[in-house]
Structure formats: structure tokens, C-alpha cells
């Protein structure tokens, strides 16, 4: 089992800042790729940022150029960085894990981040 740990959510003014972090309790290269996702309220989740155990990434197109994901192999975490933030960027984050030889994915309990002034 696997316990994924999110910190870092909070309540931003617009055009600021956040820093997620996403802890593993085992290696990061047990995982083929590690991600956030995010659940507004009354909208489905939805992708935000991969990357991948080669350390390949993606995001989605309303995060580019403000978003940046990272992972950090030696502490077992992966990173969003959220620059530039938007009211509509509120919303619960979520960190998920993609494991190797396992069927299902995993799952941290998320965190809020509230975009207001």
C-alpha cells in the first residue's frame, strides 16, 4: 500500500503564488509517472500536470506557462509550482501515483487551494 501525502494548499490573492508538495511513502521509481489533478466544485477532475519516471511532462493547456511540476527522486516527493494564479484555479488538488506492476492508481487526500482577494 502506499500512502500519498499532499501539503502546501491555502488561500492566494490573484497573480500569486503556491508551492504543492506530494510525499510517497515508497520510491518514486516504484511509480511510472506521478501527477496532480484537481476537482472544482460541481466540475469533474481533471488533469493538471505528469511526469513521468523518465522525467518527461505534460499539462494541460489552462496551466502552461504558469504551472511547473518537478520530482524529486531522494526524498520520494513531486512538486507544482502555481504562478500567475487565477480565481478559477480554485480548487481541491490532487496528487496521483501510477505504479508499475500494480492495476490501480493512488490517490492522496487532497488539497485546497482558494484563489480570491
Avoid at 508551492?19 to 493538471?48: D, H, I
Avoid at 504551472?67 to 494564479?85: C, G, P, Y
Amino acid at each position: 500500500q502506499v500512502q500519498l501525502v499532499e501539503s502546501g494548499g491555502g488561500l492566494v490573492q490573484p497573480g500569486g503564488s503556491l508551492r504543492l508538495s506530494c510525499a510517497a511513502s515508497r520510491s518514486m521509481l516504484s511509480f511510472n509517472a506521478m501527477a496532480w489533478y484537481r476537482q472544482a466544485p460541481g466540475k469533474e477532475r481533471e488533469l493538471v500536470a505528469r511526469i513521468t519516471r523518465g522525467g518527461s511532462t505534460n499539462y494541460a493547456d489552462f496551466v502552461k506557462g504558469r504551472f511547473t511540476i518537478s520530482r524529486d527522486n531522494a526524498k520520494n516527493t513531486v512538486s507544482l509550482q502555481m504562478n500567475s494564479l487565477k480565481p478559477e484555479d480554485t480548487a481541491v488538488y490532487y496528487c496521483n501515483a501510477v505504479p508499475i506492476f500494480e492495476t490501480h492508481d493512488y490517490w492522496g487526500q487532497g488539497t485546497q487551494v482558494t484563489v480570491s482577494s
